[in-house]
């Protein structure tokens, strides 16, 4: 069965006019059950689990962590984050990661688990910014080698924006091989340098995006030989989103989620998807394209 994390509280309130599309949290489970792509024993609410922290722990500084869960960053900093602080929105991030956490098991036990929200690679070891604070898949990855559940990982990033922090995170782990696919204009402007980044030209459309990924992951899976992935499902790659400029449609992100899963299922490597960004101007649009990832899993394993 897919199983799928989810908590009302990924929706947190905004001031209005913000230009994060939190509704998209709520309204994506309630398209996937009202399609049947999904029943409500798909989901499953995650919680904050106190013996989980030596994983955020290990991802995080102490000094961060201690001002991220005071509510103490320094205002410049907070701004970088581009969310108003508070102790709920650290919950849900919290929360978030858990969730991450415990599709990392149901995926080993299932080949496939999903996080309805998550995929927030921009937050560093010691910083956080771009709406994330707590590097989710970076956590699931450091409970996963922690526990002997995995020996090699790949992160496979397609969101239009480099996985900076986790980039940076995994700098020096040669457990965690980090490959990045984004746009070569998109924020950050200041990239990192991941295990792997290959930078797409704006404007570059299905095809070329597709031929890129076809021509480099199948490859990569036998160079690293993982035995767990973590999938970066932005759907920020369209050509309606404002904060993207790759000029992909809905239809070529969904073929690009097939052949992700396809190379998964191929190896027989269990994957954990998180959804990332996904900034389009109409809400039905962003649903559609990450309702898509749901339905593609459905259709390929279950």
Same mark, same amino acid.
């Given at each position: 069965?897919?199983?799928?994390?989810?908590?009302?509280?990924?929706?947190?309130?905004?001031?209005?006019?913000?230009?994060?599309?939190?509704?998209?949290?709520?309204?994506?489970?309630?398209?996937?059950?009202?399609?049947?792509?999904?029943?409500?024993?798909?989901?499953?609410?995650?919680?904050?689990?106190?013996?989980?922290?030596?994983?955020?722990?290990?991802?995080?500084?102490?000094?961060?962590?201690?001002?991220?869960?005071?509510?103490?960053?320094?205002?410049?900093?907070?701004?970088?984050? =581009?969310?108003?602080?508070?102790?709920?929105?650290?919950?849900?991030?919290?929360?978030?990661?858990? =969730?991450?956490?415990?599709?990392?098991?149901?995926?080993?036990?299932?080949?496939?688990?999903?996080?309805?929200?998550?995929? #927030?690679?921009? *937050?560093?070891?010691?910083?956080?910014?771009?709406?994330?604070?707590?590097?989710?898949? *970076?956590?699931?990855?450091?409970?996963?080698? +922690?526990?002997?559940?995995?020996?090699?990982?790949?992160?496979?990033?397609?969101?239009?924006?480099? =996985?900076?922090?986790?980039?940076?995170?995994?700098?020096?782990?040669?457990?965690?091989?980090?490959?990045?696919?984004?746009?070569?204009?998109?924020?950050?402007?200041?990239?990192?340098?991941?295990?792997?980044?290959?930078?797409?030209?704006?404007?570059?459309?299905?095809?070329?995006?597709?031929?890129?990924?076809?021509?480099?992951?199948?490859?990569?899976?036998?160079?690293? +030989?993982?035995?767990?992935?973590?999938?970066?499902?932005?759907?920020?790659?369209?050509? #309606?989103?404002?904060?993207?400029?790759?000029?992909?449609?809905?239809?070529?992100?969904?073929?690009?989620?097939?052949?992700?899963?396809?190379?998964?299922?191929?190896?027989?490597?269990?994957?954990?998807?998180?959804?990332?960004?996904?900034?389009?101007?109409?809400?039905?649009?962003?649903?559609?394209?990450? *309702?898509?990832?749901?339905?593609?899993?459905?259709?390929?394993?279950?």
């Amino acid at each position: 069965m897919l199983k799928i994390a989810f908590h009302h509280i990924y929706k947190h309130p905004l001031p209005e006019g913000h230009r994060f599309p939190m509704e998209k949290y709520d309204l994506l489970p309630k398209q996937l059950l009202h399609e049947g792509t999904c029943e409500p024993e798909n989901f499953f609410q995650p919680e904050i689990v106190e013996d989980n922290e030596k994983y955020i722990q290990s991802v995080h500084t102490p000094q961060y962590l201690k001002e991220l869960y005071s509510i103490t960053i320094e205002p410049r900093k907070a701004r970088k984050i =581009g969310f108003p602080l508070s102790s709920i929105l650290v919950e849900r991030e919290r929360i978030i990661t858990n =969730g991450t956490i415990q599709a990392c098991n149901f995926a080993l036990e299932h080949g496939v688990a999903m996080n309805i929200a998550g995929g #927030t690679h921009h *937050a560093y070891s010691d910083h956080g910014e771009a709406f994330c604070m707590l590097n989710d898949q *970076a956590i699931g990855a450091q409970y996963l080698l +922690q526990n002997k559940l995995a020996k090699q990982i790949l992160v496979v990033d397609l969101d239009v924006h480099q =996985g900076n922090g986790t980039a940076e995170i995994f700098q020096n782990d040669d457990r965690v091989f980090t490959f990045s696919m984004h746009g070569k204009s998109n924020y950050p402007f200041k990239k990192e340098k991941s295990d792997l980044d290959l930078p797409m030209d704006n404007d570059c459309g299905d095809e070329e995006f597709l031929n890129a990924l076809r021509s480099t992951l199948p490859q990569l899976i036998d160079r690293v +030989q993982p035995d767990f992935i973590f999938f970066l499902s932005g759907v920020d790659i369209l050509s #309606t989103d404002k904060l993207g400029k790759l000029g992909c449609s809905v239809e070529g992100c969904k073929r690009r989620d097939e052949f992700v899963f396809e190379q998964c299922l191929k190896h027989d490597i269990p994957v954990e998807v998180s959804m990332g960004g996904g900034y389009s101007k109409d809400i039905k649009t962003i649903i559609d394209a990450h *309702a898509n990832t749901y339905r593609t899993a459905q259709q390929m394993y279950f």
